[in-house]
């Protein structure tokens, strides 16, 4: 039994520090499964958040630094979003299981969240927006492979990676948050560009 860290890390501040949340591997004899952790920005206070036979990963702050919103197999054999309090109780479901949503990224105003989903098309995924309470779900992308979505400061583009339905590396992708606009910002050979961000927000 064992237990790695992985996966990129999520920021806040919190009393004058940084709290770290993060995706954590959990390995026993026959299953592995993520758990959303902390940790101070010294080392100390680490704590599991999310400790149960599912995986949760993928978690991003809301702008008032309360809760955390995640991407979650609980309850269902798909991934949909969940909100939690920074404490890991009081988890509600804000997406419906058929839209496979995972991914998220919560806008500057706080009013929208911009998502990944493979609904109805296998393992491809695209890009979406909805409003933070995951109602009204919009698709932005269609004909690529679209993961990753990340509002920028002023909330009015996504930057996300995208690469073709078939095979291919990640390219770097801008669009307006509308879904329109849509421009190649970097083409990547072969490993491709993940994970794009726009640093901090206002």
Not at 47 to 53: A, F
Not at 107 to 112: L, N, R, V
Request: hydrophobic letters at 35%; aromatic letters at 10%.
């Amino acid at each position: 039994m064992a237990i790695y860290h992985m996966g990129q890390a999520y920021l806040r501040m919190q009393a004058g520090r940084t709290t770290i949340t993060f995706s954590t591997l959990f390995i026993d004899d026959r299953f592995f499964y993520h758990h959303l952790a902390t940790i101070n920005d010294d080392g100390s206070n680490r704590k599991l958040e999310t400790n149960v036979l599912f995986d949760d990963a993928s978690a991003t702050y809301t702008i008032d630094g309360k809760h955390l919103i995640f991407a979650s197999t609980q309850d269902n054999l798909v991934s949909a979003l969940w909100l939690t309090k920074t404490d890991g109780s009081q988890k509600r479901q804000l997406t419906a299981p058929g839209l496979e949503a995972g991914c998220p990224d919560v806008s500057p105003d706080g009013k929208h969240l911009a998502l990944c989903s493979q609904i109805n098309t296998g393992r491809v995924s695209s890009i979406w927006v909805a409003n933070i309470d995951g109602k009204y779900p919009r698709r932005l992308t269609r004909g690529i492979n679209a993961v990753g979505p990340m509002y920028s400061p002023d909330g009015s583009k996504i930057v996300f990676n995208g690469a073709s339905p078939i095979d291919g590396p990640f390219q770097m992708y801008i669009m307006n948050s509308d879904g329109s606009g849509l421009t190649l910002a970097l083409s990547c050979p072969a490993l491709g560009c993940l994970f794009p961000d726009w640093g901090a927000k206002p």
